[in-house]
């Protein structure tokens, strides 16, 4: 987590207040040493959402990027990420919370909030982000089974609302999935 996160603490310790989304009062947390499989607790979509720029602050827009995606700002290198492949139009990174050997989210650079979001101009960018997948896959010497996944929605899993493609392999894949 802290390799992701770098200054993220706990989210009790940001003084975030879930049930009135008012900030309160911050105390100073212990910074968190364990991997972010074993986190104590989980990054809620509102604590991304809401809290997380709260605590970030306010930052300049970069072109066709929004100021308040979290994945913008990692493509732009405002918050860390591990990297694993970027070229002109996509940049992937692991995901923090993998759900197999291999899991890396591809993002377009240009801000999509999602695929029913998307326009036929944004259909260049969509594909390139499934060819990032194969060509990932492929240095991965997964391509004997993987799967790239679109969450559209809350009720999907949408956690962050910058479309990205997930890239899931490296173990048996079951149908039909979650």
């Not at 104590?40 to 990027?65: C, D, H, M």
């Not at 377009?108 to 060509?135: F, N, Y």
């Not at 048996?172 to 999935?177: F, V």
Request: aromatic share 8%.
């Amino acid at each position: 987590m802290e390799d992701f996160f770098p200054f993220l603490q706990n989210p009790a310790d940001t003084g975030f207040d879930s049930g009135t989304h008012l900030p309160q009062r911050r105390h100073a947390g212990v910074p968190m040493h364990s991997p972010s499989s074993q986190l104590p607790f989980k990054l809620s979509n509102e604590y991304i959402n809401r809290a997380l720029p709260q605590r970030l602050g306010p930052v300049l827009s970069t072109g066709p990027r929004m100021k308040d995606c979290l994945f913008c700002r990692i493509v732009s290198g405002e918050i860390p990420a591990k990297k694993v492949y970027e070229d002109e139009h996509t940049f992937a990174f692991e995901d923090i919370n993998p759900q197999a050997p291999t899991h890396v989210l591809i993002v377009p650079k240009r801000h999509i909030r999602g695929l029913k979001e998307a326009s036929s101009e944004d259909a260049d960018a969509i594909g390139r982000c499934h060819l990032t997948a194969a060509h990932i896959a492929r240095e991965r010497s997964i391509e004997d089974g993987y799967r790239t996944v679109l969450n559209v929605g809350e009720r999907a899993g949408q956690s962050v609302f910058h479309l990205h493609v997930h890239l899931i392999g490296g173990r048996n894949l079951h149908w039909p999935p979650g």
